[in-house]
C-alpha cells in the first residue's frame, strides 16, 4: 500500500474471499470522482515527480477531479521534473501516446506548469503561437492532430511508436521543411530537428527516423524538398 502514490490505484483484491480490500479510502474518492493523493502532499512529489504526471493521466483517463490543493502542489512542484532521467520521460511519454488522451493530457499538463518541464520546447510555440490573430496556429493544429491520435488510439488501439511519434512532431515538421526547401540533406535535418524538440525526452533513433521519414512521404517533401499538395491533419 505505502508504493501507492493516489487511493484509487491502491485497492486490493482477494481472490479468495472475492472481497475488495480498502484501506485508503479509495473506494470511496472513485465514487466522489477524486483524484487523492495517499502519500502526504508534503512529500508525494518531492519523493517521485513523475507522480504529477500520472495525477495528470489518471484525471484525464477517468474524468475525475484533481483537488484545488493538489493542483497547486504540482504547480508549485512541477520544477521537479529536471531531476528525472531522460529514460524515466521518455516512457512517460510513450505512455501518453497510447493512453488515447494525449490531447487532454498535454493541455492539463501544460495549465498545471508541467509541460514547459516535460516538452519544453512544445510548450513555448503553443504560447508563442496563442499569441497571433490567426485561427488556424500552431497550438490549433498540434492539437488537432493529437486529438486524431486519440481517436485511433481508441478506435483499434494499434499504433507504433514511430508513426505516434509521427503525429506529434507532423505540424513542426512540416514548417521546418518548409524553411529548409529544395535540400539534399532534408531527412537528416528533420531528424535533428525532431531529436531536439523532442528533449529532454530521447526516443530510439530508430523511432524518430520512422517518424522523420513517414511525415516527410505524407507532406510531399522528397529529399530533394519538392513540396506537393498539402493534406488536411493526419488523414490517409
Not at 479510502?25 to 508534503?42: A, Q, S, T
Request: contains cysteine; glycine residues 8%.
Amino acid at each position: 500500500m505505502r508504493r501507492r502514490d493516489f487511493t484509487i490505484n491502491a485497492l486490493y483484491y482477494c481472490p479468495i474471499d472475492e472481497l475488495v480490500i480498502d484501506y485508503v479510502g479509495g473506494y470511496r474518492d472513485i465514487k466522489r470522482k477524486k483524484i487523492r493523493p495517499v502519500i502526504p502532499l508534503k512529500r508525494i512529489f518531492s519523493e517521485d515527480p513523475v507522480r504529477m504526471i500520472r495525477a495528470v493521466k489518471y484525471a484525464e483517463l477517468t474524468g475525475f477531479e484533481i483537488p484545488p490543493r493538489v493542483v497547486r502542489k504540482i504547480r508549485s512542484d512541477a520544477p521537479l521534473l529536471a531531476d528525472i532521467s531522460a529514460s524515466r520521460l521518455t516512457e512517460e511519454l510513450f505512455k501518453i501516446l497510447r493512453s488515447g488522451n494525449t490531447a487532454p493530457v498535454l493541455r492539463t499538463m501544460d495549465s498545471f506548469n508541467l509541460l514547459e518541464h516535460f516538452l519544453p520546447r512544445y510548450a513555448e510555440m503553443i504560447h508563442a503561437s496563442g499569441n497571433g490573430s490567426q485561427r488556424d496556429d500552431f497550438a490549433d493544429r498540434l492539437f488537432r492532430r493529437l486529438e486524431i491520435l486519440d481517436e485511433r488510439i481508441q478506435s483499434d488501439g494499434n499504433m507504433g511508436p514511430g508513426k505516434m511519434l509521427a503525429m506529434l512532431l507532423w505540424d513542426y515538421l512540416e514548417e521546418r521543411a518548409e524553411v529548409y526547401g529544395r535540400s539534399d540533406e532534408l531527412f537528416h535535418q528533420l531528424f535533428r530537428e525532431a531529436k531536439n524538440v523532442l528533449k529532454p525526452s530521447l526516443p530510439p533513433n530508430r523511432e524518430v527516423e520512422y517518424a522523420v521519414g513517414f511525415v516527410q512521404r505524407k507532406i510531399g517533401m522528397g529529399a530533394r524538398g519538392k513540396k506537393g499538395r498539402k493534406r488536411r491533419p493526419g488523414r490517409g
